[in-house]
Structures are given as structure tokens and as C-alpha cells.
């Protein structure tokens, strides 16, 4: 054809979803071209997301321990924060994580454009070239990957003092109080940060009854107790209405259950309410993709959408926008596409056949769920029973000085079958995976309960938390 370049795979976006499709498919012996506007690879999650934002929260962990050990009789001096280095810090991290992005692009000979890509066709994409000019790439099969972008209220003024999570993560300001609209993971994380590390007195509006919705409120209970010092108002079933600018501050009125009678005033205000994915950007409507309303592209188990040589993956396809989902839908798209042209039809049959999706709130202590919660559980009618081992029990936890949480697992009543589980504590994110595990393996109570931990370990909470359920009593502090 006329097109500039052409390859069997045109994978458009480098996010997570993006680069895992492409290197994949690559890995298949497929050529593959990969898009992407912006100068790094990597997408929201290692630029503006997922990575800096826990490059902060680890600062903030370690703060906040720090002053915890006072009450341990260490004492350390009243910590000075370099904002500037503490910056390029997080951007030293991103840098190492982008750039080695780039080299395994590289290696596996991907090739990467730099620019806007829109479908002019069923078979071709043009790019506007970051460099200048355009190029048009011709693709037998093509993974759309364009990920989201922060929902913006309209009402808020346009001021730098109005952030969505991409300007907090800048560290521009050391807000003396910053108000957090949308009481959800991204905003709670950003807010720890700014908390912890500058002190900053934080505000949260919430329309909902409760924040980290999602999550069992037992598991939320015991972090909001542990938080509740950093915030002057937790404002639930609560809407901003209205803000304006002024030489103070940015001036914001609620409505609602929790609204303060007065107007409140913020130094910065983050905006937290939402993602809004990419996909009518895209001018896929020249491909023949269906689009929805809100911008989703409809798939089906093998991230195919309704023009059958085009895939989807990731933050576009719908919720949970998480990494970990996109990177896993990434790999059936690329697998599929592969057996297809490469006439492998074990590889043809792949598809996203994940029984659950871990979520995690990266906070301090840290919040993670997955599979059935108890409320969706008791909304869907579904019988089950728990098994809960609070870490008041824990030796590591205790040692730790750290035992407010607890590990929590759901059976199936029936079967016994673990089908769900919830932790609450520090480091919950880092053993949540073993819960998705055995539910994925059809594990149950005594399955678990069963398996060897090593001792003293958090980890083992969740061995503890089915031998509680098995009625096994346990004389292991
Ligand atoms: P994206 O990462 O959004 O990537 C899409 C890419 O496509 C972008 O690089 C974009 O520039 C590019 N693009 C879009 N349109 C075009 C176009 N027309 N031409 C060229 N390029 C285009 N998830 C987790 O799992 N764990 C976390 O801890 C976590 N923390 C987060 C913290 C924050 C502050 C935020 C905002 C998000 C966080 N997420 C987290 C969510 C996570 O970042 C997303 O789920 C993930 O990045 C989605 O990957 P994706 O590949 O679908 O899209």
C-alpha cells in the first residue's frame, strides 16, 4: 500500500496495556509498531501514576514510622523536606523504570513513534509526529491501548492551585490545607502524601456514604481510625458545588450531609473523582470501533472489539483501570492476534478468564480486597462464612508495633471454598496476591489453612485467618 510503514501489529498507546501487548506480540515474532504521544514509554501508570505515587508514599511510610518510634524511645530530629530533591527523587525513579522501557523496546525491535495517532481507516493509522510531519503505518491487526485521563469538574476555576493527581504528583506546592474531592483510592494516596510529608492538613469530600468505596467498611474502619488525625473534615453524601479563586486560597462551597455550615478555603485542591477513558480521541469511528457514550470500548474474553482484526486492553475497555488487569488483558490480545496470523491455534484460543482482580489503596496502613466482598456478598444473596484473624495476635505484627489490622477470608458456605478476602494493615498489598491465588486455584479452608507460613511473618495471618474459620484454635501469638 501508500503507507509509510507497515506491520502485522499497530499497538496504539504505551501504558502498561500498550507495552505488554507490543513486546509480547513481539515475543511472538510478530512485527510490531507502538504509538505514543508522549516522550516516555510507560503510560499513566509509570509517568503519572501507579510509580511516582508510591515513590512518595514510601517517603511518607518512613516518616510517619519515624515519629512512631518516639514512643519506642527513639527520637529523631524534626524532619526538613527537601521538596526539590524529594522531586527529582520520584523523577530519578520514573526515569530508571521509562528508560527501561525504551531498552526492551529496543531489544526486541519494536518500533516506537513518537506522536498522535488517529485511525484514518480499517488498516491504517496516521501519526502526528512529535518531530513534525506525519506518517501513516499500515497494520493487518491493532491493539488499542489509549488509557484515561483524570475527570475535571467543570465548576473549578482554572488556577494552579487546582490539581488533578498529575499536578499533585509535581510537588509544586506545600499546601498548609488542600481539600481531596472524591474519597477514593487515588485521592486518599495523593492526600497521604501531602499529609505525611508536608504536613499538610487535609479536607475529603465524598458523595458516597463512605470513602475507598469498594472496600468491606470494616477493613476502611480501621484506616480511617489510624487516619483521622491528618483530616479537619470528612465530608460524606457531600458535593462541591462551587469554587472560586482568590488571593487566599481557592474558596469552596458544599451541599450535603457533611457540608460545613461555611465556604472553606484550601491552599491546593486535588481533584479525584474519576477516570475518563481515551476512546473518543481516537477517531476509531474510521476503523468502524464502537464507542460508547462515556468513551469505553466494548471487547469480548479475547479483547477483540466489533471489527474483528482490531483488540482493546486496559483503562479503555472498562473498569477496574487497573495495571495489573491491563497487562493481563495485553497478553490475550497479543496471543490471539499471534496464533491468528502465525496459525497457532492454541495460542488463537487465549483469553481474559480472570476470576478476580486485586485492588490495593497504598496508604498507610494499607488497604486490599479481592474477589467477592462481604457487602457484594450479602447484595447478590450469596451465602458465606468468614474467617478473620485480627493482628492484635500477630507476633510480627505486635513486633512491629503495628497490629491494628486484620486478615480476613470469605467461604463459600457450601463448598468451603475460598471465594473472597480483605486485608487491613501495613504492607496488605504485598499478600493480597496469595488470596487471589487460592481463589484462582479453587483453594479451600483447609487448603490454606493447611499450608506451611513461615512464622513470624504478616503473611501468615492468612493461614491463621482459615484455621479460624476451620474452628482450628491456634497457640501461636
Ligand atoms: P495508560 O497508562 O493510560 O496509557 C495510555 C497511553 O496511551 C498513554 O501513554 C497515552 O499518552 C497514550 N495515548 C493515548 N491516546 C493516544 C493517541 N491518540 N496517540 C498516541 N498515544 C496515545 N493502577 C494500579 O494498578 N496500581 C496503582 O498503584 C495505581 N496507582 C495509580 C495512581 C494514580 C495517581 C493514577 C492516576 C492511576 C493509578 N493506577 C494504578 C491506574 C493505572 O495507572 C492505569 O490503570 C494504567 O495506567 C492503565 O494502563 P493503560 O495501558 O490502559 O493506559
Known sequence: GDADVQCDVLV??????????????????????????????????????CIPSKALLHVAAVMDEASHLADLGVRFAKPEVDVDKLRAHKEKVVAKLTGGLAAMAKMRKVTVLRGKGTFVGANQLMVQLEAGGSQTVAF?????????EAVKLPFLPDDPRVVTSTGALQLRQAPKRMLVIGGGIIGLEMGTVYSSTLGTRLDVVEMQDGLMQGADR???????????????????????????????????????????AEPQTYDLVLQAVGRTPNGKRIDAEKAGVAVGERG???????????????????????????????????????EVIAGELLGDEKLAKSAFDARVIPSVAYTD?????????????????????????????SGRAIANTRDEGFTKLLFSEETHQIVGGGIVGTHAGDMIGEIALAIEMGADAVDIGKTVHPHPTLGETIGMAAEAFEGVCTDLP
Not at 21 to 49: H, I, K, Q, S, W
Not at 232 to 244: F, P
Request: aromatic share 6%.
Open 140 to 148: 493487518k491487526r491493532a491493539i488499542i491501548a489509549a488509557g484515561s
Open 218 to 260: 470494616d477493613l476502611v474502619k480501621v484506616w480511617q481510625k489510624m487516619n483521622a488525625a491528618r483530616f479537619d473534615h470528612i465530608m460524606l453524601q457531600t458535593k462541591t458545588v462551587a469554587a472560586e479563586a482568590t488571593p487566599e486560597g481557592i474558596r469552596v462551597r458544599f451541599e450535603g450531609a457533611g457540608a460545613p
Open 296 to 334: 469505553f470500548i466494548d471487547v469480548d474474553a479475547q479483547m477483540r472489539t466489533n471489527v474483528p482484526h482490531i483488540f482493546a486492553i486496559g483503562d479503555i475497555v472498562g473498569q477496574p483501570m487497573l495495571a495489573h488487569k491491563a497487562v493481563h488483558e495485553a497478553h490475550v490480545a497479543a
Open 365 to 393: 496502613p494499607e488497604v486490599a480486597w479481592v474477589g467477592l466482598t462481604e457487602e457484594q456478598a450479602k447484595a447478590q444473596g450469596i451465602k458465606v462464612q468468614k474467617g478473620l484473624f485480627p493482628w492484635s495476635a
Open 12 to 49: 496504539l498507546g504505551a501504558g502498561p496495556g500498550g507495552y505488554s501487548a507490543a513486546f509480547r506480540a513481539a515475543d511472538l515474532g510478530l512485527r510490531v509498531v507502538l504509538v505514543e504521544r508522549y516522550p516516555t514509554l510507560g503510560g499513566v501508570c509509570l509517568n503519572v501514576g
